[in-house]
């Protein structure tokens, strides 16, 4: 089994911060990519930022300014650091990953259950 458990979601005024985490936990052999999604009201789910296996790092044109994506691999824990927050940036965040289990042999998709993100003008 593997969890992946968000936190740091909440209310802020525009121009605000916050700072997301989320940590993966379970009997997880290796991590391919490990990141963010977005999801708000009435649009589909975009990817805001992720480290993908080899150090490269995807994060979204929108949010390349205003948002640092960063990693401890030790504890298998993604962070996203979030300034100078708009109310565009209005959405559920939900952690992902795609990673490998013990003895399993192929690379599977886990969400975790989303932390809301809500920012006023």
């Known amino acids: 089994q593997v969890q992946l458990v968000e936190s740091g979601g909440g209310l802020v005024q525009a121009g605000g911060s916050l700072r997301l985490s989320c940590a993966a936990s379970?009997?997880?052999?290796?991590?391919?990519?490990m990141g963010w999604y977005r999801q708000a009201p009435g649009k589909q789910r975009e990817l805001v930022a992720a480290l993908i296996s080899g150090g490269s790092t995807n994060v979204a044109d929108s949010v390349k300014d205003r948002f640092t994506f960063s990693r401890d691999n030790a504890k298998n824990t993604v962070f996203l650091q979030m300034n100078s927050l708009k109310p565009e940036d209005t959405a559920v965040y939900y952690c992902h990953a795609k990673l490998r289990i013990w003895g399993r042999g192929y690379f599977d998709d886990y969400w975790g259950q989303g932390t809301q993100v809500t920012v006023s003008s």
């Open positions: 379970g009997s997880i052999l290796s991590i391919h990519t």
